[in-house]
């Protein structure tokens, strides 16, 4: 297991340069992104390389899953982002489902969800990526959102039956909903392919003034055999690269 920056959330109005060479002072060598234009992947793409850099995970373009009709799109952007995947060497795209719709029940809405993550997973499949989805709070940063639920993300993930399409499971998210289970977590490892963390309440710093026991999730998921990236997607209150630095020094106690 290790971590990795989500340069936007802790390096925020910083150059792609910037933003790597403090994850890299503060001992990482794994970063990661939200959206991206073709500028922004030029500049990560020549910072990566002069800081040893390696991009473990980006966003797809952003097209709603729980509309039926934009599957289309959907898989269109997929396949653009898969371009920009292959050029970086980023093995991890991130998708979220979109709002709860009104128009239609939660039930087709589930069904579209899957129906469209089964018509993306050939592509990720074929270069071997990776393309996870993601539960989100809705009672604090996402009201509307349709998927919150780690159960209905692993059931989801379960119908789609592809090991390239898996969870993003932000453990922050998940304890705004009080829907953080650690053994419902271990005993669906296998289902996840990402996770990310930050601190609860307030999202920002993971350690401190925190009520989530991440001493204990991530000791759990270390031993239950999880070998891939969690994702440091934090606001920082404090100077963010000494204090990434200090966390990534305490997280690596764990």
């Known amino acids: 297991m290790f971590y990795s920056a989500c340069v ?11 933003a790597l060479a403090a994850a890299s002072g503060a001992g990482l060598k794994h970063y990661e992104f939200w959206g991206w234009n073709e500028e922004q992947i030029e500049s990560f793409a020549a910072a990566q390389v002069e800081f040893g850099m390696t991009p473990v995970a980006m966003c797809t373009t952003f097209h709603e899953l729980t509309d039926p009709n934009g599957r289309e799109k959907y898989v269109e952007g997929i396949k ?8 970086l060497g980023c093995k991890n795209i991130i998708s979220q489902v979109g709002p709860e719709r009104t128009d239609i029940s939660r039930q087709a809405q589930h069904e579209s969800i899957v129906a469209g993550l089964k018509a993306a997973a050939p592509y990720v499949e074929k270069e071997g990526l990776t393309l996870v989805f ?12 349709y998927l919150w639920s780690e159960a209905e993300a692993f059931q989801i993930q379960e119908e789609v039956g592809s090991p390239n399409v898996k969870v993003l499971l932000d453990l922050y998210h998940q304890a705004v909903m009080d829907d953080l289970d650690i053994e419902m977590i271990v005993a669906n490892l296998d289902k996840i392919g990402h996770f990310h963390m930050a601190g609860h309440p307030g999202r920002h710093e993971p350690l401190i003034d925190c009520k989530v ?3 204990a999730i991530l000791s759990a998921i270390r031993k239950a055999g999880y070998t891939e990236a969690v994702g440091l997607e934090y606001f920082p209150v404090y100077p963010a690269e000494e204090g990434l630095k200090t966390l990534v020094g305490q997280l690596l106690t764990f």
């Open 8 to 18: 936007p959330a802790l390096f925020g109005g910083k150059t792609a340069r910037e």
């Open 213 to 215: 026991d991440y001493a």
């Open 80 to 87: 653009k982002t898969i371009s920009v995947c292959k050029k």
């Open 134 to 145: 993601e539960p989100l709070n809705i009672r604090v940063d996402h009201v509307g959102y």
